[in-house]
């Protein structure tokens, strides 16, 4: 009995564990086999072991730690160096555009104000030339060469040619029309500084503008010449018919203080300008002169039946002397002065009928005799070419004729004078 017992405890076996796995409606059964227990066992002894073997190593070799806290901190100043100097760099890149773009803006303005002086200029040439104009003065144009721009100078855009320099509009630039013309360059595909760029486009603009004041100078220059030779030559015009002109710079009854000109600054072109409008002046003054003057003819066209001089006597036949020139007409012509003055006369006169006498100052005065009708009054002021009266048969007359005298203080000349003088003068005045 007890051998049976001892057998049967001996002979029970325990039964192995088993793992349920349930996934939905499937279970499955895995049995747990004691090799498995025991490799599992193993695994985490050999992961418990060498975690605390590489901890002891860590702990007994600390140095390699701080080697490593080294590094990682070097790497980092490193970077940080890098990210400084980077900075820096486009701080000192920022400051150096900043700088370029003060430059540039204030060329622009040096170049907007000489634009603006030269739009000025042009505003009083146009004055002056007005002027020259009124007075005949005007003269074939000088041709001024143009400084040609050189290859390198054309590095500038066609649409906007500040926009390389300084990044803006074209419009913001408010650049004038002649300003774009001298900038109007093809772009190149060489690369470029800006500041390169600018020298170029600010040298190329300067040579345009001192081009365009070289023009306008030798305008102003040959406007002047033009006044100076044709107040000249009606000068000599004047001169040889015994008239001294009065030039604009005439001492005689002038006078005030002394103001100096002060042009500290040497300017070529308000010299010139100067230099023109006194030009102008005299020559204005010298056309006043000479349209007071009697350079006209009285009957244009008609023809003379008589000159001036000793002639035959028509109602003596004695020699006798003839002092004026007679100009045939028909009776009720209109009879016109021959310059601009003031009527002395305008009545009935011994041997001369119907006469007007008219004053044009400086001595010389004018009469036209033998009038059917007198349209003026005394002491009314007439101009060139005004019709005074009408030809006539008074006085002492053979037949319907204009008697025309040019008396100088009072003695008469010979009136052809005055009258080829006119013909020389009326294509200067």
Do not use: C
């Not at 090799?35 to 600390?62: E, H, N, P, Q, S």
């Not at 800006?194 to 081009?211: E, H, M, Q, T």
């Amino acid at each position: 009995m007890g051998s049976e017992a001892e057998k049967s405890v001996f002979a029970k076996r325990r039964k192995a564990p088993v793992l349920i796995l349930a996934s939905g409606d499937k279970v499955r059964h895995l049995t747990v086999k004691p090799w498995m227990t025991a490799l599992g066992i193993a695994v985490a002894a050999t992961l418990t072991m060498g975690y605390f073997g590489a901890t002891t190593y860590l702990v007994l070799r600390d140095d390699l730690l701080g080697a490593s806290i080294a590094r990682q901190a070097r790497i980092q100043h490193e970077y940080e160096d890098r990210i400084s100097a980077l900075r820096a760099q486009v701080d000192r890149v920022t400051s150096r555009q900043l700088l370029d773009q003060q430059v540039v803006e204030k060329k622009v303005e040096k170049l907007m104000e000489r634009q603006s002086a030269l739009t000025d200029r042009h505003g009083k040439i146009n004055e002056l030339l007005e002027r020259a104009e009124s007075v005949g003065a005007m003269q074939p144009e000088i041709p001024v060469p143009a400084t040609k721009p050189t290859t390198d100078d054309r590095r500038a855009s066609a649409d906007s040619p500040f926009d390389a320099i300084l990044g803006t509009d074209t419009k913001t630039a408010a650049i004038d029309p002649i300003i774009t013309r001298a900038l109007g360059f093809a772009p190149t595909a060489a690369p470029d500084s800006p500041a390169n760029r600018a020298d170029r486009i600010f040298s190329n603009v300067s040579l345009s503008l001192k081009s365009i004041e070289q023009q306008q100078i030798a305008k102003i220059e040959n406007l002047r010449l033009g006044a100076s030779e044709k107040a000249d030559a009606i000068a000599v015009i004047l001169r040889r018919t015994g008239i001294q002109p009065k030039d604009a710079d005439s001492t005689e009854d002038v006078g005030g203080p002394y103001i100096p000109v002060n042009n500290p600054t040497g300017d070529k072109f308000d010299l010139k300008l100067t230099q023109l409008d006194l030009a102008l002046q005299r020559l204005e003054e010298i056309r006043s002169q000479a349209m007071r003057y009697p350079f006209g003819n009285p009957i244009p066209g008609a023809m003379e039946t008589s000159g001036f001089g000793y002639r035959k006597d028509p109602f003596l036949g004695t020699l006798a002397l003839h002092p004026g020139i007679d100009f045939r007409g028909g009776i009720g012509d209109p009879a016109r002065a021959t310059g601009a003055g003031t009527v002395m006369t305008a009545g009935q006169a011994s041997g001369y009928g119907n006469m007007i006498e008219i004053d044009h100052g400086n001595g010389i005065t004018t009469r036209y005799g033998h009038l059917s009708e007198i349209l003026v009054r005394v002491g009314q002021h007439v101009e060139t070419g005004d019709t005074i009266g009408r030809v006539g048969n008074t006085g002492r007359s053979t037949g319907p004729h204009l008697h025309y005298e040019v008396r100088r203080n009072g003695v008469a000349i010979d009136p052809s004078g005055f009258l080829n003088a006119g013909l020389k003068i009326t294509s200067l005045l």
